[in-house]
Nanobody, 131 residues
Framework: QVQLVESGGGSVQAGGSLRLSCAAS??????MGWFRQAPGKEREGVAAVNRGSGTTTYSDSVKGRFTISRDNAKNTMYLQMNSLKLEDTAMYFCAAAGGVRTFCSGGVCSASLKESDFDYWGQGTQVTVSS
């Protein structure tokens, strides 16, 4: 059975840092990503990474502050979140695709952040940023 288990969420003051982890039950996920959903808002893509190429994609709202990475030997993906802002408060979900999902623009291709490209989802971990 496919499983994605997130951990590392919690409460932190603005400007602080958190590191989320996503443990996968299998290594056969070529594209993995993080999404988040704040109360009353739609789920949005945060960051994604491809297994083979290691290419990454970030939403504009987190670029420069968050770093996605994966340890293929441990079947684990991470999201290092620095300089957290109040607006980063949300439930964060780990997602994985059963194949390579890429987004290409201007001849440059990177991991997809399109929600419909992902096949498997974790239960989520809450991140709360306070002032």
């Amino acid at each position: 059975q496919v499983q994605l288990v997130e951990s590392g969420g919690g409460s932190v003051q603005a400007g602080g840092s958190l590191r989320l982890s996503c443990a996968a039950s299998t290594y056969a996920y070529w594209t993995m990503g993080w999404f988040r959903q704040a109360p009353g808002k739609e789920r949005e893509g945060v960051a994604a990474v491809n297994r083979g190429s290691g290419t990454t994609t970030y939403s504009d709202s987190v670029k420069g502050r968050f770093t996605i990475s994966r340890d293929n030997a441990k079947n684990t993906m991470y999201l290092q979140m620095n300089s957290l802002k109040l607006e980063d408060t949300a439930m964060y979900f780990c997602a994985a695709a059963g194949g390579v999902r890429t987004f290409c623009s201007g001849g440059v291709c990177s991991a997809s952040l399109k929600e419909s490209d992902f096949d498997y989802w974790g239960q989520g971990t809450q991140v709360t940023v306070s002032s």
